[in-house]
C-alpha cells in the first residue's frame, strides 16, 4: 500500500494501527476513508481532491501518536473532521487566488480573455516562476507538461526520479502550485494598480 506523506514508515505503520489493530481491517478501512475524503473534495469542488486527500492523511500522520492516546470514538470521523477544515482553508485562499490552467503560456488566448489581461497573466507567470528556485521551477513545469494519457506518465517518471510516491508528489504540487498561485494574484494587483496611477 502505498504511503501518503513524507512521514516515516513507522508513523504510516502507527496511523494503520490507530485505525484498526487488525492489520488486514485496517488496511481496507484506510483505503474505504481515501475514497471518501476523494468524493467529499470532488463535491465541495476542489481543485485537486487527490493531493487534498493525501494532506488530510499526512495531518493526521502527524498527530496519531497523540491520537492513539486521547482520541475516542471512529477514526473516521477524525479525518473527516480534518478534511472539513481543509475545506474551509481552500475556499477562503481560492478566492484570492487565480489559477495557473488558466494561464496561457503559449499561442493565441481564449477570445473570452481579452489580449491585454492574458499578457498580464502570462507576465506574472513568467516572473513567479523565475522567483522560484531552479529545482521547483524545473519540478512544476515537468509536473505539468503533458496532456492526457502522457501527462500520467509524466507523472509516475518525476515521482520515481525523486524516488517518492505520486501521492508524496501530489501534496508536494499542491503546495507549490497554491504558492505560485498566490504569486500570481499578488503580480495581477500589483499590475492592475500600477495601471490605474499611469
Known amino acids: 500500500m502505498p504511503q501518503n506523506s513524507d512521514a516515516p514508515p513507522e508513523s504510516f505503520d502507527e496511523l494503520l494501527a490507530w485505525?484498526?489493530?487488525?492489520?488486514?481491517?485496517?488496511?481496507?478501512?484506510?483505503?474505504d476513508i481515501r475514497r471518501a475524503l476523494v468524493k467529499?473534495?470532488?463535491w465541495y469542488h476542489c481543485a485537486d481532491p487527490e493531493g487534498m486527500t493525501d494532506e488530510t492523511f499526512e495531518r493526521v500522520t502527524k498527530q496519531v501518536h497523540h491520537l492513539r492516546e486521547t482520541f475516542e470514538g471512529d477514526p473516521k470521523h477524525f479525518f473527516y473532521g480534518v478534511a472539513r477544515n481543509l475545506?474551509?482553508?481552500?475556499?477562503k485562499t481560492?478566492?484570492?487566488y487565480v489559477s495557473i490552467d488558466d494561464v496561457q503560456l503559449a499561442g493565441d488566448p481564449p477570445q473570452e480573455v481579452d489580449e491585454?489581461?492574458?499578457?498580464?497573466?502570462?507576465?506574472c507567470l513568467s516572473s513567479c516562476l523565475q522567483n522560484l528556485t531552479t529545482e521547483k521551477r524545473d519540478l512544476i513545469l515537468?509536473?505539468?507538461?503533458?496532456?492526457?494519457?502522457a501527462k500520467i506518465e509524466q507523472r509516475i517518471a518525476v515521482a520515481e526520479q525523486l524516488g517518492v510516491s505520486i501521492e508524496t508528489l501530489r501534496v508536494r504540487m499542491y503546495r507549490l502550485r497554491m504558492a505560485l498561485e498566490q504569486c500570481i494574484e499578488r503580480c495581477l494587483d500589483e499590475l492592475e494598480r500600477a495601471n490605474e496611477t499611469d
Request: charged fraction near 40%; avoid cysteine.
Open 87 to 91: 475545506i474551509k482553508e481552500y475556499q
Open 142 to 149: 515537468a509536473y505539468y507538461a503533458r496532456e492526457k494519457s
Open 94 to 96: 481560492v478566492k484570492s
Open 19 to 31: 485505525i484498526n489493530p487488525d492489520r488486514e481491517l485496517a488496511a481496507a478501512t484506510y483505503l
Open 40 to 42: 467529499i473534495f470532488r
Open 116 to 123: 491585454e489581461s492574458s499578457e498580464m497573466r502570462e507576465e
